[in-house]
């Protein structure tokens, strides 16, 4: 994940760890394709009775659990005959994560080893073919920097917005290029990192092919939040200068963009890339819980920059916004939730 990115941490009302609820559905509803996965791609050599599973971005919880232990339901259903089987989980996310609170609520009842690796997904953080599962849920997402002339005023690129959601092709196309970059070079990890026959599961949110940033709640939402810091520094409680180089670390592809990605990458078969369709699998429309979401993802990066108090005073901002457009929010195009299932070549 960004290094400047990170999720609102402890477990207080404003922690993601309590609004990722929307995040961990998707888990949920992928469980039974998951398992189909394991149970027929899998292919690992024993000698050792010891599997590896790491997530890669797991925030501080609870998400990150259900996960890790849907891997392990998967292959100890795989293996039934290997009675002695053991586990070690690896839990990564950047060194600013909030790994006290990842440690603290461990499941009691777990029956693995939990380890804690910080550092960048985008890089190497695991020695070459220790890794038998990989998972990564709602990371895939992050960029590790932002195109320089999209944050240089006298570029003729320069996106006032604090995103790319509703800029001009030019912009898109420097997020997109940026994107191709990252995931190449977090396959490539991930490819060192995993064993012949191992598999890497995907999973996240991006867009159905066609469907611009600007016409998904993600983007009227993040459009909200930069008009709202917009309001003010114009009122003169943030610094406009600052807000101008403030941009989100984030792109959400289109859905052949990412399966071009993975393909032209060429380390992994792609054995899944499914559209999982669940209850929870767009945001309610809710005005307060639409704010909060996206208060425990955003707010962070917002406070670091300008403050708690700009960043509390943004959101508020954002909630009036939120409740005023509703009606168009409620136009939205849904999103797509995915799946992916890579083994590696």
């Known amino acids: 994940m960004s290094t400047s990115f990170t999720m609102i941490g402890g477990e207080g009302p404003n922690s993601y760890r ?27 050599d024993f000698t050792s009775n010891l599997v590896n599973i790491a997530d890669f971005g797991c925030s501080s919880g609870p998400n990150t ?20 089987i053991e586990f070690q989980v690896f839990f990564n996310d950047s060194s600013n994560n909030d790994f006290n609170t990842l440690f603290k609520t461990l499941p009691p009842a777990r029956l693995y080893f939990a380890s804690g690796v ?3 997904f985008f890089g190497r953080v695991l020695p070459r073919n220790s890794l038998h599962l990989g998972v990564s849920a709602y990371s895939l997402h992050f960029i590790s920097k932002i195109p ?29 290029g940026q994107y191709k970059i990252d995931v190449g070079s977090f396959l490539n990890a991930r490819a060192q990192e995993l064993v012949s026959g191992g ?23 993040i459009d909200f939040i930069g008009a709202s810091l917009n309001e003010i520094a114009n009122q003169g409680l943030i610094d406009q200068q600052k807000l101008d180089t403030f941009k989100l670390p984030i792109y959400a592809p289109q859905a052949d ?15 899944v ?51 005023e457009m509703l009606p168009q929010i409620a136009k939205a195009k849904p999103g797509m939730q995915y799946l992916i299932v890579l083994r590696r070549n």
């Open 257 to 271: 963009e990412l399966k071009q990605i993975i393909e032209d990458n060429g380390c992994f078969t792609i054995e």
């Open 199 to 221: 598999l890497l599961l995907l999973l996240g949110s991006c867009r159905p092919n066609g469907v611009q940033m600007f016409e998904t709640v993600e983007g009227m939402m």
């Open 65 to 84: 659990f259900t996960a890790v232990q849907t891997l392990i339901d998967a292959v100890e259903n795989k293996y039934k005959k290997e009675s002695n």
């Open 148 to 176: 320089k002339e999209v944050k240089d005023r006298d570029s003729p690129v320069w996106n006032k917005d604090i995103h790319c959601s509703g800029s001009s092709k030019e912009v898109a196309k420097l997020y997109l």
């Open 18 to 44: 309590d609004h990722s609820k929307y995040q961990g559905a998707l888990v949920e509803a992928a469980k039974e394709k998951i398992n189909e996965a394991i149970s027929t791609k899998l292919d690992i």
């Open 118 to 120: 910080p550092g960048s």
């Open 273 to 323: 890339f499914e559209n999982i369709i669940h209850a929870k699998g767009e945001y309610p429309l809710d005005p307060e819980f639409l704010t909060v979401s996206f208060k425990v993802t955003v707010g962070g990066s917002v406070a670091s920059l300008f403050g708690q108090d700009g960043m509390e005073k943004t959101f508020e901002l954002v909630k009036e916004k939120t409740q």
